[in-house]
């Protein structure tokens, strides 16, 4: 059965995440996020070395963020098991492998 989406998310970072996560959580009911390797985080699991720091506030540059999405220093680990939580406390649509 064909399903139409309310909002469609193209690429599966953090910004991607974050959008589809906070958008659910502010009321819409069908959303997809569209990566388009096989799991989302792509730069992440591409570049960052094993157990690397992952720090909120990255290079200078303090960021106060906003809305119900929130994000804590970590290791590159816990920034993925993080974002695979918000993915499934959500129950988030994702379509993987899928380039546009
Ligand atoms: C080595 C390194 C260390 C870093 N350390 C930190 C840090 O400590 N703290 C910090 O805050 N930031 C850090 N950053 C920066 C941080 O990784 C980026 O700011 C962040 O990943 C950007 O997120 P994004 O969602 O905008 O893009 P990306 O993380 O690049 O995600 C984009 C996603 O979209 C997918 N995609 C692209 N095109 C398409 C398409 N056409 N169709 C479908 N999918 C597509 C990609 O595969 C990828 O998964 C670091 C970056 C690097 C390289």
């Given at each position: 059965m064909q399903t139409v989406y309310?909002?469609?998310i193209v690429g599966g970072g953090p910004g991607g995440i974050g959008a589809v996560v906070e958008a659910k959580e502010l009321g819409l009911e069908k959303?997809?996020?569209?990566?388009?390797?096989?799991?989302h985080s792509h730069t992440i699991r591409k570049f960052y070395k094993d157990k690397k720091r992952v720090?909120?506030?990255?290079q200078g540059q303090a960021?106060?963020?906003?809305?119900n999405v929130g994000f804590?220093?970590?290791?590159?680990?816990?920034?993925?098991?993080?974002?695979d939580?918000?993915?499934?406390?959500?129950?988030?649509?994702?379509k993987l492998n899928f380039r546009t």
């Open positions: 309310d909002l469609i959303v997809l996020l569209i990566e388009k390797t096989e799991n720090d909120k506030d990255w960021v106060e963020l906003e809305g804590e220093d970590g290791t590159k680990e816990s920034t993925l098991n993080y974002f939580q918000l993915l499934d406390d959500e129950s988030i649509d994702s």
